[in-house]
């Protein structure tokens, strides 16, 4: 089958543009990425990440340095950095050293880091407080109730409340958040986070698989620095969440490829364009089922070509959701690894930051295939095409080859409705400013520990999971507590109470910092009581101590404590003007009021 003049195979392509690392790129993973699990059958797998990070460090792109790489000689010999298998070792330590000469800090592939986790005030961001808090409660055995039945937050069987569902969307959101960081601060120019790209979320609702629209919050960070950002989605469904989210504003475009009629979500037509001040910069290609690499790139390039030409965006977000592939259970594309590849390799071409995502892909050997393929091309490596040894090598069985092959499946996409596709973006295009801009304001700061990455202790999640820990154990200890206090003897008081020299039985007493009542009520309290019983009222009084109907004396912090039948522990019983009289003799010190709780006020 002749190629499509547009479409170029990623092996024609001149070697300098695939072997030089040209870019600096970061690379964000978090190891427990891919301990959770939405349910045993659900088509999303988190484990996907990690075996596409296994497969990354197996085929040297996660090499710190060069002279780390793994020896290119002996049993499971590759290509590694460029330098031939069949060199002896002498020869391979001199070219070695000579390319760590020549490129210097460029030397490394990319630079690994582990992401800060997102904190609730981060991704409020973009979504709702309520929301936020919602994810936050709801385990598996509350989620019918926290849900309504079903109908508020996670609605329907696509989004359960699995265990430890606000730690994963923690994780996916805050890799994005520091990829764009790391974009806004100069210190990389392609920024990799395979575990975001979840586009389908919403404000106020999880949709699609989708919990927390990291896209979202990783472009309003990018918007810190950059006037105007695109938005480039690959997935196989419409990138729904994105568009809606950004679709009344110009600082953001956003194009999606994905297909369309009776497929979720069911939006992304080419007549969607946006609204008000974002009208036409909301571009939609709608595609039909079976498009191979060749009517794919015929639409795919043109159309980003003219975008990028007319837009000029600062930063480019790629989401590169690898159910677009061939043979994906939930997709229904018929486009090889080569061609997905190029998608990438085509945004690279364009030499501005870009920001690389994961996003949908269910078939997970091909989605781990697919995700190392492209973060070999940003890194600027030729990988074989033999797959390395890697704790999963059973899954790529049988053939065991970084590859995934186009089926027989018919392209229902003739070109005859491709170019009409074209037409109908570019002369939505054709209508709108050129580049358009965006007001100079000046770029909020950060602390200096913030820019020289001195995280606070607070934002290990080790320290986070200790201090929960701990929190939950002291309040325990305090319920065994107040339960073993009802039943010992009045001395067994809790140590709080027993500190302030009175006691209180309440769950929840009220402060003791601050005295709750006005100096009249102090001055006439006593009157107060008389016209509360006057009126038939039940009669109140501050120095009733919910343990009995005892009154608590001043002076008894000055002498024995005496019991007093079962009641409890009366120390001196009074009338309640005895403590205003100890005051007057000094035996109290006058900054000390009498508190609701039966115990004195600290000191003001």
Known sequence: MPSHPSFTPLTELAEGDSSKPSRRVAYFYDPDVGNYSYFLGHPMKPHRIRMTHNLVTNYGLCDEEILDAPEAVGEGSRTVNGVESDMDVDQVAEARMARAVAEGPRGKGMQVFRPRRARPEDMTRFHSDEYIEFLEEVTPETAEALTGGGVRC?????????????????????????????????????????????????????????????????????????????????????????????????????????????????????????????????????????????????????????????????AVVLQMGADSLAGDKLGGFNVSLEGHAECARYIKSFDVPVMMLGGGGYTIKNVAKAWTKETAIMVGRDLPEDLPYNHYMEYFGPRYKLEVLQTNVDDHNPPEYLEAIKRTIFENLRDLPFAPSAQIKAVPGKSLSQVLGLNNVDDDPD????????????????????????????????????????????????????????????????????????????????????AGDCTWDPKSVLGPIVANGADGVNGGISSAASASDAVKRNLVPGEWVPSRAASPASVM
């Open 154 to 314: 996670l609605i329907g069987e696509d989004c359960p409340a699995f265990e430890g569902v606000f730690e994963f969307c923690s994780i996916s959101a805050g890799g994005s958040i520091c990829a764009a960081e790391k974009l806004n601060s100069g210190a990389a120019d392609i920024a990799i986070n395979w575990a975001g790209g979840l586009h389908h979320a919403k404000k106020t609702e999880a949709s699609g698989f989708c919990y927390i629209n990291d896209i979202v919050l990783g472009i309003l960070e990018l918007l810190r620095t950059y006037p105007r950002v695109l938005y480039i989605d690959c997935d196989v469904h419409h990138g729904d969440g994105v568009e809606e989210a950004f679709y009344t504003t110009d600082r953001v475009m956003t194009c999606s490829f994905h297909r369309f009629g009776e497929f979720f979500p069911g939006t992304g037509d080419v007549r969607d364009v946006g609204m008000k001040r974002g009208k036409g910069y909301a571009v939609n290609v709608p595609l039909r089922d079976g498009i191979t690499d060749e009517s794919f790139h015929s639409i795919f390039k043109p159309v980003i070509k003219h975008i990028m030409d007319f837009y000029r965006p600062g």
């Open 463 to 546: 320290h986070e999971l200790d201090t929960r820990i701990k929190k939950l154990m002291a309040r325990r200890q305090n319920l065994e507590s107040d339960s073993d206090s009802d039943d010992d003897s009045a001395f067994a008081r809790p140590a709080r109470a027993r500190r302030q020299g009175g006691f209180s039985l309440r769950p929840n007493p009220r402060s003791r910092l601050l005295d709750p009542m006005p100096a009249s009520k102090h001055a006439h309290g006593d009157d107060d009581d008389e016209d509360d019983h006057d009126h038939g009222r039940k009669k109140r009084s501050f120095f009733v101590s919910k």
